[in-house]
């Protein structure tokens, strides 16, 4: 009963530092993506992939990237973190791009970039 | 621009009540309203979805009602109980892929005793 399992639950970073969270999901499902959480604003959304090999980038992109290992795992890292990414960052994952399915979120990673 | 705003920003209920959370939204065009209860430290997880043809949903105690012509969705919820305590974020997609999704910032619901 995983369903979106993320890595790791929190973490601190260096300023400069890179660092990769890890996302993998046990649905079977095509489509998969990164937001990311700021206090007193909605979910945003930083890269997505479709489906297995593709990835584009999604509203704030900027000081990301992202890997689609296979269908089960998408990746986002880090290159060198600011404190302007000290944020919560979501994984989730949709069956495939259609109106009306069912988005599924992981749990949660906490960042601090100090 | 696509908003969505939703009111009250928080509320706190006595367990037992009701209560009803409100999002308009500027989105257009418009495919599907959703929206999720989010627990203190956790994800985000669907109640409901609604399309455009769809004016009431409902989900155990939580029913959503949609008015495409103001723009705006409500969430009821019934018998409020202490597990009910959580953010609800109404989402709004302007396609029928979650990649153009727009968040609201959320109600924050707090039920008492």
């Known amino acids: 009963n995983a369903g979106v399992t993320q890595t790791p639950k929190f973490q601190v970073l260096k300023t400069g530092q890179s660092m990769t969270l890890q996302c993998a999901q046990d649905?079977?499902?095509?489509?998969m993506y990164w937001y990311r959480q700021d206090p007193g604003m909605g979910l945003r959304l930083i890269y997505y992939?479709?489906?297995?090999?593709?990835?584009d980038k999604g509203e704030v992109p900027n000081g990301y990237n992202v890997s689609r290992l296979n269908k089960r795992e998408f990746s986002l890292r880090l290159e060198s973190a600011a404190p302007s990414q000290t944020s919560v960052y979501f994984c989730?994952?949709?069956?495939?791009?259609?109106?009306?399915?069912?988005?599924?979120f992981g749990e949660g990673s906490w960042l601090t970039v100090v | 621009k696509n908003q969505v705003e939703q009111s009250p920003q928080s509320l706190i209920i006595l367990e037992g009540k009701n209560c009803t959370l409100q999002c308009n939204y500027t989105v257009s065009p418009f495919s599907n309203l959703r929206w999720y209860k989010q627990d203190t430290g956790r994800g985000p997880v669907s109640l409901t979805i609604m399309t455009f043809s769809e004016n009431t949903k409902s989900n155990g105690r939580y029913t959503a009602t949609l008015d495409a012509d103001t723009k705006q969705s409500s969430l009821h919820i019934t018998a409020s109980q202490l597990s009910d305590s959580a953010s609800y974020i109404c989402v709004v997609s302007p396609t029928g892929t979650a990649s153009k999704l727009t968040f609201g910032t959320g109600t924050r619901l707090q039920v008492t005793l």
């Open positions: 992939s479709a489906s297995e090999g593709t990835t």
């Open positions: 649905m079977n499902h095509n489509s």
């Open positions: 989730a994952t949709e069956r495939g791009a259609n109106s009306g399915n069912t988005i599924y």
